[in-house]
T-cell receptor, first 113, second 112 residues
Framework: GAGVSQTPSNKVTEKGKYVELRCDPI?????LYWYRQSLGQGPEFLIY????????DSGLPNDRFFAVRPEGSVSTLKIQRTERGDSAVYLC???????????FGPGTRLTVL | DAKTTQPPSMDCAEGRAANLPCNHS???????VYWYRQIHSQGPQYIIH???NNETNEMASLIITEDRKSSTLILPHATLRDTAVYYC?????????????FGKGTKLTVNP
């Protein structure tokens, strides 16, 4: 069956611009996670949704980062006033429930020039 | 911060067993040991997890020491496609944080 998909696969933007990254989880998965991975590092947790609500947003680095999941399926990660330090691969994962294994998408590579 | 320590890199010959160690000396009683791997340019992939008993599935075996302070992931017959970064993660269950806290992992290279 279809796995987690993320669009776009690559995004190049200029410093100060606004970007949106989309995640389509596996159908029926109630839990959705966003992670960020810098070169040579392991993924770093950003935010976790259970259904439509953000159950844990402790990993968001600052208020320029925001994520939504209005209907409990697709999620969008929004970054305002992008900075060069935001350049990374943004990974999305979903799971059937909060204690189940997480299935990761291929990621969106964001480059801020 | 990650609660695990892993060697940064390991090599293994194709067809041989790959044994990847992980130290988690501060693990709590309600924390599970999870293993994920990440092949180049892909998202992480779940391998196996366990609490205190050894576990085996179609991908690998997980051996956890009796004191639970360390574990070993075993790939019984490594192939070139097993070349990846392997992450050992301790994860609180039963109402704890559902997030995965990754360290830097072990880069396993399987050589022909």
């Amino acid at each position: 069956g279809a796995g987690v998909s993320q669009t776009p696969s690559n995004k190049v933007t200029e410093k100060g611009k606004y970007v949106e990254l989309r995640c389509d989880p596996i159908s029926g998965h109630t839990a959705l996670y966003w992670y960020r991975q810098s070169l040579g590092q392991g993924p770093e947790f950003l935010i976790y949704f259970q259904g439509t609500g953000a159950a844990d947003d402790s990993g968001l680095p600052n208020d320029r980062f925001f994520a939504v999941r209005p209907e409990g399926s697709v999620s969008t990660l929004k970054i305002q006033r992008t900075e060069r330090g935001d350049s990374a691969v943004y990974l999305c994962a979903s799971s059937p429930g909060r204690e189940d294994e997480q299935f990761f998408g291929p990621g969106t590579r964001l480059t801020v020039l | 911060d990650a609660k695990t320590t892993q060697p940064p890199s390991m090599d293994c010959a194709e067809g041989r067993a790959a044994n990847l160690p992980c130290n988690h000396s501060t693990i709590s009683g309600n924390e599970y040991v999870y293993w994920y791997r990440q092949i180049h340019s892909q998202g992480p992939q779940y391998i196996i997890h366990g609490l205190k008993n050894n576990e085996t599935n179609e991908m690998a075996s997980l051996i956890i020491t009796e004191d639970r302070k360390s574990s070993t992931l075993i790939l019984p017959h490594a192939t070139l496609r097993d070349t990846a970064v392997y992450y050992c993660i301790v994860r609180v269950m039963e109402g704890g944080s559902e997030k995965l806290v990754f360290g830097k992992g072990t880069k396993l290279t399987v050589n022909p």
